[in-house]
Nanobody
Framework: QVQLVESGGGLVQAGGSLRLSCAASGTIFSINAMGWYRQAPGKQRELVATISSNGIINAADSVKGRFTISRDNAKNTVTLQMNSLKPEDTAVYYC?????????????????WGQGTQVTVSS
């Protein structure tokens, strides 16, 4: 089965950095866009950044200049480098990807989500 697994979350002081990684596994035919979303306590899940299969990036204004998203198509991974972290960045970060399951390659791609990884930024 197709699965996304995140890693790299943790506790960091304001101004620090973290790197989140997400790996897609399973029987994969293709992956289109990949990205990161986050959800803080009591808030709606929101976009952090996405990157298309050919490298086009869409990022939230709140993270531009601080976060960098990248991907390795050969490894089916996407990475979020987070610098200059702020307390308001505290949230559970979820990996998202649009994937065509290799067992159902005739279907359109669908959205998959990782389990989430906690990022906590202390002041």
């Amino acid at each position: 089965q197709v699965q996304l697994v995140e890693s790299g979350g943790g506790l960091v002081q304001a101004g620090g950095s973290l790197r989140l990684s997400c790996a897609a596994s399973g029987t994969i035919f293709s992956i289109n866009a990949m990205g990161w979303y986050r959800q803080a306590p009591g808030k709606q899940r929101e976009l952090v950044a996405t990157i298309s299969s050919n490298g086009i990036i869409n990022a939230a204004d709140s993270v531009k200049g601080r976060f960098t998203i990248s991907r390795d198509n050969a490894k089916n991974t996407v990475t979020l480098q987070m610098n200059s972290l702020k307390p308001e960045d505290t949230a559970v970060y979820y990996c998202n990807a649009f994937i065509r399951d290799g067992d159902y390659a005739w279907r359109r791609e669908r959205s998959y989500w990782g389990q989430g990884t906690q990022v906590t930024v202390s002041s």
